[in-house]
Every structure is written in C-alpha cells, then in structure tokens.
C-alpha cells in the first residue's frame, strides 16, 4: 500500500515555528507532485501547500502565504513544510499526499497515498 509519512508536529505559542517532514521509502516522490492539507477539529481538510514534482512550482493559500514555505529534497525522497510565525487558526492535523489526478489544483480529492497526519497544536 503506497503511504506516505508525516513528522515534525507538535505543541507550540503563537509566533512560533515548526518543520513538518513527509517522507516515504515504498516509492519515488520525485514522480509525484506533493501536497500539504490540514484539517482542523469539525472542518474538512484543505489543501495548504502544493509542490511540483521538480520543486520548480509552488502554491500556497492565502491564509499561509507568506509564513509557510513548501520545499523537497529529492535525493532524500522528503518534503518538508516550513512553518513560521504560527497562529492559533493554524491547529489541526496535518497530512502530506501525492497527486493522483493530473488536472486540477491543490485539493484534497485530487491526491492519494495519504499518511496518518502529524498533529500541530499552536496554543499559549
């Protein structure tokens, strides 16, 4: 079954930063577009950030641009989200994914391969 594998949540105040890590070694994430989508408690998921297969694109929404950068290392088969300057609206799980359908943008419903989240909490 093909999974990814989120870590780097975590308990942090307001202002503050965290590294979330998406990783996997059952398959290539060089051939996958990846995401990152958040769900917060009584919310649907939703997609925060998306990035090309070749790192050479990138996309954010609006309430993370600016504070939130999307990257990967391709040789360590890892993306990573770089969070900064937390909000508590910012609290929920986290999970990474790889796109399934090639058209589209960065929605939940057009990635697959989902792991178990990482959970951040962003609290005083």
């Known amino acids: 079954q093909l999974q990814l594998v989120e870590s780097g949540g975590g308990l942090v105040q307001p202002g503050g930063s965290l590294r979330l890590s998406c990783a996997t070694s059952?398959?290539?994430?060089?051939?996958?577009?990846i995401g990152w989508f958040r769900q917060a408690p009584g919310k649907e998921r939703e997609g925060v950030s998306c990035?090309?297969?070749?790192?050479?694109?990138?996309n954010y929404s609006d309430s993370v641009k600016g504070r939130f950068t999307i990257s990967r290392d391709n040789p360590k088969n890892t993306v990573y989200l770089q969070m900064n300057n937390l909000e508590p609206a910012d609290t929920g799980v986290y999970y990474c994914?790889?796109?399934?359908?090639?058209?589209?943008?960065?929605?939940?419903?057009?990635?697959?391969?989902w792991g178990q989240g990482t959970q951040v909490t962003v609290s005083s």
């Open positions: 994914a790889a796109r399934t359908v090639l058209t589209g943008g960065c929605e939940p419903m057009r990635y697959g391969a």
């Open positions: 059952r398959f290539r994430l060089d051939f996958y577009d």
């Open positions: 990035i090309s297969s070749s790192g050479g694109s990138s």
